[in-house]
């Protein structure tokens, strides 16, 4: 990679990272019940996925470590938002789904986040945002590989 590739890269990573963390503030602020942007993400995969999940499965999906997910379900079982039940099949093993209170949480913050979602969507315009869609895809794709 040559000098001008390589400050292509750096300058691309630099606005992707700010960006993530600008909009994880921004969506922070409206979320609600003190929900944090890890809890939302977790009730979202469990209520799509449709199925419980074991906290290892879990961590994996997110790219975490086992211990930060277990501290994110823990906070989500303290709030009622998902159920832990043991694993039948292997005694050591547990598994989570998400509970109706979970549900009707996820609801509230999508109901939340929509707006500040759109009014950005809305700011950038929508060929913008089609555009850049698959080279970031592409790009999480690449990283997911690794």
Sequence with gaps: MNSTETALAISLFSEILTADQL??????????NKMEISHFSVLNHLARAQYERSPAQLARSFHVTRGAMTNTIAKLEMAGYVHIRPDWDDARR?????????????????????????????????????????VLRELRLKLEAD
């Design 94 to 134: 547990k598994m989570v789904s998400i509970s109706t209170a979970g549900r009707n949480a996820r609801e509230a913050a999508l109901l939340a986040m929509a707006p500040v979602i759109a009014d950005m969507v809305g700011e950038l315009g929508v060929t913008k945002v089609r555009a850049a869609l698959p």
């Design 23 to 32: 909009l994880r503030n921004r969506l922070t602020r409206v979320l609600p």
